[in-house]
């Protein structure tokens, strides 16, 4: 009941988080290649948008070790997003597990953009961030219908993870959009 929150299309929910979390002059962490409404939503709240290096020798895993401190004490969400768009690359749970320790010891939520968890090949298996230690004290997850089951048009999507970021954008849904249609 508390860690579940339907969205219209994950695009609103991670557009959306940015209105829950994010003030005027805030940070958001944005991997350097990636979805562009991490950095739009930032945008719209007059925030800035810190870009976290991805590149073939770090295996397109967004390299968040050198952020520097100014930004990281007015940093409120990171975005990650393995299988990745547009690069393909996976994350190890490793990579996952860093960036869960990272965004607990500096008070950062961590937002893990799952749109393609349905697609893997070769047997593999997407997982889903919240697999991992601890993940639920500093996560949340955002999932789509419109990749894996070809439903871009329904807008179709749920946010899951951390009770109390759950809380805060689905009061963010009430006073804006009310949410999808129940039926649907
Ligand atoms: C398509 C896509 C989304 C948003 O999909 P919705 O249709 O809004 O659910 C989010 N993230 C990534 C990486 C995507 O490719």
Known sequence: ?????ALIGSKEGIAHLHTAFVDPGDYVLVPAIGYPVYRGGAVLQSAHSYFMPMNEENGFLADFSHVPD????????????YPNNPTGAIATPEYFDRAIEFCRSHDILLAHDNAYSEIGFDGYRAPSILERPQAKETCVEFFSMSKMYNMTGW????????AAAIRALGTVKNNLDS?????I
Not at 70 to 81: D, N, Q, T, Y
Not at 155 to 162: D, E, K, L, M, T
Not at 179 to 183: D, I, K, R
């Open 155 to 162: 807008r179709i999507g749920f946010a899951v993870g951390n």
């Open 70 to 81: 100014e930004v990281l004490e007015r940093a409120k969400i990171m975005f990650i997003g």
């Open 1 to 5: 009941d508390t860690e579940v929150l």
């Open 179 to 183: 949410g999808q249609f129940n039926a």
